[in-house]
């Protein structure tokens, strides 16, 4: 629920992409719809595994900002090896 969110900032703040109000809009409109379906803490007491999602939330806009940015100096297939590669070698240190 977040990723569009993250994305939409990193892109706008680091990546310097022009970002649009409708398109802030639409992104937030996005959220606190997913916020309204999921309603999150809604048992009075919090969860404690509610910041979990957050490592693959920030991988996922990282991998988003760097494919921007990759996609304007290297081809698909060059970066589908690396890609890969920063894969295999992150699963490969997983017990």
């Not at 803490?41 to 900002?65: H, I, K, M």
């Amino acid at each position: 629920m977040l990723t569009p969110l993250l994305v939409t900032v990193v892109a706008a703040w680091r990546g310097g992409e022009r970002v649009s109000w409708w398109n802030w809009a639409s992104v937030l409109g996005g959220l606190l719809g997913a916020l309204l379906i999921v309603r999150p803490g809604a048992a009075g007491r919090p969860d404690p595994v509610l910041p979990l999602p957050l490592g693959p939330l920030c991988s996922n806009a990282l991998f988003q900002e760097l494919t921007s940015r990759l996609t304007r100096t290297d081809s698909p297939a060059t970066i589908f090896l690396h890609t890969s590669a920063v894969c295999g070698v992150a699963l490969r240190l997983l017990p």
